[in-house]
């Protein structure tokens, strides 16, 4: 875990740990600071039973140039949590330098944690660096959403410099499970390409994790998840070393992303838990 240590900086702009007590997760220890606010948990769902919904807000306006913004989420032991954003955010024009995101989650024994926020809005001259590491417990299961789409506010014909995308999937002795790796220019991501883009602008993806079951049947539940959703190209396939399944999205709009993926959460839960999650409310 040598390497992950160099990668996350010990200074978090935010930290949470999540811990079960009583049929209820809360929040044990909590610590923000600029730009990230954290609400009190709500408790919105029957089933399960005191799962946390922790929504996480901003006070900036977006991810600026020269940002580094490092968070960290302990899931303790049999812990039950659903964490999302205020909203979309918007990743701004950087002229002489980028920004970065750093997220590091790490999940207990019997834990549920989805992690599902909304799309990134990349700006033109956009320059994000962004790095997710999951580490996992042989009986974790983790529901991920990893999105963004671009936005030209002034209609210039302008698209965001550079997109770096790191996802990496780890149990907890360190031993990589998984990596997702991506580095993309707006001058490829606008080309209007086979193989690339064509002419889409939005692009999403979304794990279902878990090491105990048959990573074939979470990938035919996700297909039949999105059966019926329209205008997307989506791609669904297993993850190495049978931790579950994953699925990629693009699409011409965020509207149709987001009910793919809420279509692919409800059926997850449904299927964790024997019950639809409750509506998500934003």
């Avoid at 907890?172 to 997702?180: A, P």
């Avoid at 079951?213 to 999105?226: G, I, T, Y």
């Amino acid at each position: 875990m040598q390497g992950n240590q160099e990668i996350y900086s010990p200074q978090f702009n935010l930290d949470l740990s999540l811990e079960r007590s009583y049929k209820k997760t809360f929040l044990r220890d909590q610590f923000s600071s600029y730009p990230f606010h954290v609400c009190k948990p709500h408790y919105l769902d029957e089933s399960p039973v005191g799962m946390a919904t922790i929504y996480l807000q901003s006070s900036a306006g977006g991810i600026f140039a020269g940002d580094t913004l490092n968070a960290r989420f302990n899931v303790g032991p049999g812990s039950q949590a659903h964490v999302t954003s205020q909203a979309s955010t918007v990743v701004h024009a950087m002229k002489n330098s980028g920004a970065k995101t750093n997220i590091l989650i790490r999940v207990g024994d019997q834990a549920l944690f989805e992690y599902l926020p909304d799309p990134l809005i990349l700006f033109p001259k956009a320059n994000l660096a962004a790095r997710l590491h999951l580490e996992i417990d042989q009986s974790s299961t983790v529901l991920l959403c990893d999105s963004y789409l671009t936005h030209d506010p002034y209609q210039s014909g302008g698209y965001f410099s550079q997109l770096a995308n790191e996802i990496t999937i780890t149990d907890k002795h360190g031993s990589l499970l998984c990596l997702d790796r991506s580095v993309i220019g707006g001058p490829d991501f606008s080309r209007n390409e086979i193989g690339i883009m064509g002419t889409r602008r939005v692009i999403g993806s979304f794990y279902y994790i878990n090491r105990s079951k048959d990573s074939n049947r979470v990938c035919e539940l996700l297909n039949n998840a999105l059966e019926r959703c329209s205008d997307i190209y989506a791609g669904v396939s297993t993850l190495p070393n049978q931790i579950g399944a994953w699925v990629r999205i693009i699409t011409t709009d965020a509207t149709p992303l987001r009910e793919a993926v809420d279509k692919m959460w409800r059926a997850s839960r449904a299927d964790i838990t024997g019950c639809q999650p409750a509506a998500s409310r934003k």
